[in-house]
């Protein structure tokens, strides 16, 4: 019966240790899915979508950047506002329109001064865009262009033409000048778009690594738990068998009483017996059992590996004390009453066989056994042959004191150490239940600083950018829009 339940013990552990593997792999499972395959993909969905509408952005020419400035410069000067930084720096003297100036206006000399340096600006800005269309002069072929033209004129109209061709080659350097200041504002462009994409692969790379940390946190925590959660199923189990042998020891002392009773009468009524069992056989069913019980005895002390028992020495203090110190701490008298219907009497743990108890339960346990073996021992020796031999032997002071052990103290102490097995039980599940908990809570806070410190902000930066980035297409003028057609599609199809 002891190893049936222990098997079912067995396959209970089996059965949680399986769910608990399915659940891990459920759980990563569920995991890898939600936070490498669903988060990051929606996360750089986003962020593309700001790149792209930077990337729009900087479609739009310098020149027509520098007019949005300018327009914009116009707009904060007549509110009598400062420009900002990135406008000045961006801007550049265009030509702009003229504007009829009201008397409010009219009497304002910042203003005054500005349209007037607008207007001188306007003829400069014309003549650049006329050197613009010829920036592919080069110095050399100017100077070639001068000395042939020297050597093949006369000498009247020599100074005429030389003089025509040095303002021509000024001319020249001068479109040279401009066509290198466009380069300059295009490498300016490409180097704004390099720094665009250096730090949008920063961004990307921390969200990337903000992902992993978060799948390694979580996964190290399913991991843990599980890891935790099998090394105490294998713990509980090993320590299954010692409360199963320690109530089958407890059994195991009232089955030796009714044996060493059915082996007194054994000898006398075999013969009146249906199918007696021969006191030959009797006897040895008794000292096996007594065999039986000293080994469990001895494997809850110190371990037995064919009982599977990892022995309970030094593993709970009030236990040690129960065995080897004094055990009448732990037995009262209204607990060795309740063993029994029947009175016994004025009987105490401390006035018991002398004081046998308060050596501890280990000494009352080998007491007990020594004496049963020598009452089984001289009843194999010397039969009893009849009722009156057997009236005289349970009214003799080793029967009773055997017979009051089973009834009272010694049932009791089984019982009071048995139930601490239990405990051990109890307790070490308590324990697992309570770490378990500290950890999801550590967890479940864990997860929100988290996303409270990295991922809300993460987030909401990506979204303010993408809005932002929407935004200053809004700014753009209509006719730019319309001859790009990545930025009319973007803004009709957002």
């Known amino acids: 019966m002891s190893n049936v339940v222990l098997n079912l013990g067995y396959n209970a552990v089996d059965l949680v240790r399986n769910t608990q593997t399915v ?24 962020d593309r979508k700001k790149d792209e509408s930077m990337d729009l952005l900087l479609t739009i020419p310098v020149q027509r950047v520098q007019e949005i400035c300018a327009a914009r410069m116009e707009q904060l000067t007549q509110m009598g506002l400062d420009a900002d930084a990135a406008c000045k720096r961006f801007h550049l003297p265009l030509p702009i329109q003229v504007v009829t100036c ?17 207007s001188a600006c306007f003829v400069l800005l014309l003549f650049a865009c006329i050197l613009l269309q010829v920036g592919d002069i080069l110095d050399a072929d100017i100077l070639k262009a001068v000395t042939g033209a020297a050597d093949q004129t006369p000498d009247g109209t020599a100074a005429a033409e030389a003089d025509a061709v040095a303002k021509d080659a000024k001319d020249a350097k001068d479109a040279k000048d401009a066509a290198a200041k466009a380069i300059a504002n295009g490498n300016s462009s490409k180097r704004s778009r390099a720094r665009r994409f250096k730090r949008s692969t920063r961004g990307k790379w921390a969200l990337l690594g903000s992902v992993v940390a978060l799948f390694m946190v979580a996964s190290g925590y399913f991991v843990l738990c599980f890891v935790l959660g099998d090394a105490h199923l ?20 009232r089955t030796l009483l009714c044996g060493i009773t059915r082996l007194m009468t054994a000898n006398f009524l075999w013969a009146s017996e249906f199918r007696p069992l021969y006191p030959e056989t009797i006897a040895a069913q008794v000292d096996a059992e007594i065999a039986e019980i000293r080994r469990v005895q001895q494997g809850l002390l110190y371990s037995d590996k ?17 065995d080897f110190g004094n055990a009448c701490k732990y037995i009262t008298d209204t607990g060795m009453r309740s063993m029994d219907e ?8 401390t006035s018991f066989s002398n004081g046998l108890f308060t050596r501890g339960l280990t000494a009352g346990m080998s007491h007990f056994l020594d004496q049963i073996e020598t009452i089984s021992n001289g009843i194999q020796n010397e039969p009893f042959r009849n009722v009156s031999w057997l009236q005289g032997f349970l009214s003799s002071p080793a029967w009773i004191e055997v017979d009051l052990m089973d009834r ?3 049932r009791y102490a ?16 308590q324990s697992y239940v309570n770490m378990t908990a500290g950890l999801m809570a550590g967890f479940l806070i864990a997860l929100c600083l988290v996303y409270v410190v990295v991922y809300q902000p993460m987030v909401r ?18 006719d730019v829009i319309q001859n790009n057609v990545a930025m009319r599609k973007t803004i009709l199809n957002p």
């Open 461 to 478: 930066s990506l979204d303010t950018q993408l809005k932002r980035a929407r935004s200053m297409l809004v700014m753009v003028p209509i």
């Open 306 to 322: 064919g009982l599977k028992l990892p022995g309970s020495l030094r593993r709970n203090a009030k236990r040690d004390d129960l």
């Open 234 to 253: 294998t713990t509980s189990a090993a320590l299954v068998p010692e409360s199963v042998y320690a109530f089958r020891r407890l059994n195991a002392v």
């Open 23 to 46: 659940i891990l792999a459920v759980a990563l499972a569920i995991l890898t899915v939600v936070v490498l395959c669903l988060l990051p993909p929606a996360i750089l969905r986003v």
């Open 408 to 410: 009272t103290v010694l």
């Open 342 to 349: 029947l009175s016994v009497g004025n009987v105490t743990c």
């Open 414 to 429: 089984l019982t009071v150490e048995s139930q601490m097995f239990i405990d051990d039980l109890i307790n070490l599940n």
């Open 102 to 118: 009201s008397s409010s206006c009219a009497v304002n000399p910042s203003f005054t001064a500005l349209m007037g340096m607008f």
